[in-house]
T-cell receptor
Framework: EDKVVQSPLSLVVHEGDTVTLNCSYE??????LLWYKQEKKAPTFLFML????IEKKSGRLSSILDKKELFSILNITATQTGDSAIYLC?????????????FGTGTRLQVTL | NAGVTQTPKFRVLKTGQSMTLLCAQD?????MYWYRQDPGMGLRLIHY???????AKGEVPDGYNVSRLKKQNFLLGLESAAPSQTSVYFC??????????FGPGTRLTVT
């Protein structure tokens, strides 16, 4: 059975801190790994990772994938209160048809002043 | 572009009632999906469609039906609602085998 596990489940940090969110997976026919940010409504796309060792960056957020050890991390530096959200990791399988995602349960991040 | 839209935003049903959730996308995506999100469970795939007129079962399809009569719309039906179907429902779409774009969600409560 496919499995995506995120840790920690929740995290409270002070503004300005750096955080690292973890995502490990056991999925057959791995294709790619996606990170989403979910505030009050729809998950919004952050990164898609397909190759090991290549860091993706967007401002203060960065992510990297390790296909040998089957995990990914999402780093957020100089956190701001606007980073408070649930961060979801999802793994895409090679199915030959639609991209079927298996999601982790998410990490709830709260950034306080 | 409106992206992915869902109607209604909220709904309360009594056990045994039926309803249809509508998802629409204006990005000309071939693939569309319905998920439910429950506390501690993450997002789980209910049904999906790889094109107009086609549908397929996901991880948790029981109690739901879907239809894709037009490329831009994907309907999720509950024929006889049960309290276990209380959840937040998200629709998503994608162009081919790539990242999915999500709608704002429908919060459904079944009493």
């Amino acid at each position: 059975e496919d499995k995506v596990v995120q840790s920690p489940l929740s995290l409270v940090v002070h503004e300005g801190d750096t955080v690292t969110l973890n995502c490990s997976y056991e999925v057959t026919n791995f294709r790619s790994l996606l990170w989403y940010k979910q505030e009050k409504k729809a998950p919004t796309f952050l990164f898609m990772l397909t190759s090991s060792g290549i860091e993706k960056k967007s401002g203060r957020l960065s992510s990297i994938l390790d296909k040998k050890e089957l995990f990914s991390i999402l780093n957020i530096t100089a956190t701001q209160t606007g980073d408070s959200a649930i961060y979801l990791c999802a793994v895409v399988k090679n199915t030959g048809t639609a991209s079927k995602l298996t999601f982790g349960t998410g990490t709830r991040l709260q950034v306080t002043l | 572009n409106a992206g992915v839209t869902q109607t209604p935003k909220f709904r309360v049903l009594k056990t045994g009632q039926s309803m249809t959730l509508l998802c629409a996308q204006d990005m000309n995506h071939e693939y569309m999906y319905w998920y439910r999100q429950d506390p501690g469970m993450g997002l789980r795939l209910i049904h999906y469609s790889v094109g107009e007129g086609t549908t397929a079962k996901g991880e948790v399809p029981d109690g739901y039906n879907v239809s894709r009569l037009k490329k831009q719309n994907f309907l999720l039906g509950l024929e006889s609602a049960a309290p276990s179907q209380t959840s937040v429902y998200f629709c998503a779409s994608s162009y081919g085998d790539t990242k999915q774009y999500f709608g704002p969600g429908t919060r459904l409560t079944v009493t």
